[in-house]
């Protein structure tokens, strides 16, 4: 069994995804020890509370220093005991000591294809505003290892979609969401259960 912490800041469409896909028998051998975020009004603590999942919230706001509160993180995921962290519509900055000892098991899910509009500053509807200005024809979402950097990690799975005429940020972030954030988040979560994903020398292999 797989288990995991679930990070959230926002709405939780993507932590929905993973307890629909669970529910539903669709996603084996892998349950929700916990979702946490930095948002104590966050509507994804709400989803979990309705599935009966422990919700828990941390803020660095709540520490005197930036060391306290990392150390009060570690130790609050530590006590799930849990084999993947997965960053689901999650705008924490994730601190060192859990990169560090968590390496190769933590995962985000960017919408954009990177190293497409990734990166500082690129979040939420922000990435959607870039890919428009830029006129991309295609998009899509990234599933990836959390490593240091921001959006750097190796990358796991990828869904392009694609851009149409009068698309807003707004349609485009939903369609990037249906069409593939809610497909590859619980694929790429399915492939780790399986111990079918390998790194090696900062690329991923899917095994058979
Ligand atoms: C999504 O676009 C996700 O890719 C990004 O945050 C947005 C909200 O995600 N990381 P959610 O609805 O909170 O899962």
């Known amino acids: 069994m797989l288990k995991l912490a679930v990070m959230v800041s926002g709405g939780g469409t993507n932590l929905q995804a993973l307890i629909d896909q ?74 060192e000591n859990i990169v560090v000892n968590y390496k190769n098991r933590i995962i985000n899910i960017h919408p954009s294809l990177i190293p497409s509009f990734c990166g500082d500053g690129f979040y939420g509807l922000k990435v959607h505003e870039a890919a428009l200005a830029r006129g991309v024809k295609i998009t899509g979402a990234t599933v990836h290892f959390v490593d240091e950097g921001t959006d750097t990690g190796p990358i796991i799975l990828q869904k392009s979609v694609a851009i149409e005429e009068g698309d807003t940020a707004e349609i485009l972030q939903r369609r990037v969401m249906e069409q593939a954030e809610w497909e590859i988040l619980p694929e790429a979560v399915q492939l780790i259960a399986e111990n079918r994903v390998v790194v090696e020398n900062n690329l991923v292999h899917i095994k058979k």
């Open 22 to 95: 669970i529910e539903q028998n669709k996603l084996l051998d892998v349950k929700i020890e916990v979702v946490i975020s930095n948002n104590k009004n966050a509507y994804a603590i709400e989803r979990a509370k309705l599935h009966g999942i422990a919700a828990e919230t941390i803020s660095k706001k709540d520490y005197e220093t930036f060391d306290k509160f990392s150390e009060a993180f570690l130790k609050m995921v530590d006590s799930y005991k849990v084999d993947l962290i997965v960053l689901a519509g999650c705008l924490m900055i994730i601190p």
